[in-house]
């Protein structure tokens, strides 16, 4: 897999991005915010760069989780994306990525559906996963690296250590990453200009359209604590997911922060 069969799948939409393809890297998160900072290598970005490993053995998930990986069975990349806006504008900028993710996927012929705030699911199981960091250069601008990480073949060990079910993206969708990666990229730069213009109003229904549990019983979990539950409605003009719980007659609106939302099992 080349940065120039990448490229010349993403086509004129991705025109301007820089693309780096890399054997092994801890985070690919980590190494473009440590560009942006211009420490390190001090080789600072001035365009939109995706940085792809096809390695990566740290991978980083929210609030210091581990986003576990085995060597080439995954594709594990991120997209360093200067924005024009003031950072309070990047909140719903998951939801949209996510949207994204799925829209491609879709072109792929792969079924996925959205749980909030930030996980890809494919037959109920976590294909996908999304960290957004951001960060100021020391020319002021804004940058947001957005890393994503889709499980390609989870080793069984692997998916114990996780704990958690995973899913692996079919076959038939995974046989040319360049092709993949370039849809992604592509995808991804037409969808982070519409966000800039259109904020995320422009995803909204689109995120709805794709969530997973619309309409069941949740419970939002802050480090294993119940803090609510209540029936998922989807989520509201600033990606907040509305909740109907028994007590109310209107949903309240929960914001993502740290928390985490589960399916209730009865
Ligand atoms: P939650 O599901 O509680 O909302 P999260 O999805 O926001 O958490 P992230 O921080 O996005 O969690 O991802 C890290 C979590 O994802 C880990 O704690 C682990 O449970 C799970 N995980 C780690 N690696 C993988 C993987 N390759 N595939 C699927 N799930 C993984």
Not at 50 to 76: E, M, N
Not at 152 to 170: H, K, S
Request: with cysteine; net charge negative.
């Amino acid at each position: 897999m080349s940065a120039a069969r990448i490229a010349a799948f993403a086509g004129h939409h991705a025109e301007q991005c820089r693309i780096e393809v890399v054997a092994e890297t801890g985070s690919t998160n980590a190494d473009l915010l440590a560009r942006i900072a211009g420490g390190v290598d001090s080789r600072t970005l001035n365009a939109p760069t995706l940085l792809v490993a096809l390695t990566q053995t740290a991978g980083r998930g929210r609030a210091g989780r581990a986003w576990l990986t085995a060597p080439s069975a995954a594709l594990t990349f991120s997209l360093a994306w200067p924005f024009a806006a003031p950072l309070q504008a990047l909140v719903g900028l998951p939801l949209a990525v996510g949207v994204t993710i799925a829209e491609i996927l879709a072109d792929f012929g792969v079924e996925v559906q959205l749980k909030w705030p930030n996980d890809v699911l494919h037959k109920g199981r976590k294909l996908a996963g999304i960290l957004i960091e951001t960060a100021t250069a020391p020319d002021q601008q804004l940058w947001a690296v957005i890393g994503i990480g889709i499980n390609l073949a989870m080793p069984e060990q692997l998916q114990e250590q996780i704990g958690r079910p995973t899913a692996n993206l079919p076959v038939t969708a995974a046989q040319d990453r360049a092709l993949l990666l370039g849809a992604l990229l592509s995808g991804l730069a037409q969808n982070m200009r519409q966000f800039e213009s259109e904020g995320l109003a422009a995803f909204v229904e689109r995120w709805n359209r794709l969530h997973a549990f619309a309409g069941q019983q949740v419970l939002i979990l802050d480090q294993g604590k119940t803090l609510h539950e209540g029936r998922a409605l989807g989520i509201d003009q600033i990606g907040r997911l509305l909740l109907q719980t028994d007590a109310g007659n209107s949903p309240i609106a929960i914001m993502a922060g740290d928390i985490s939302l589960r399916p209730k099992e009865d």
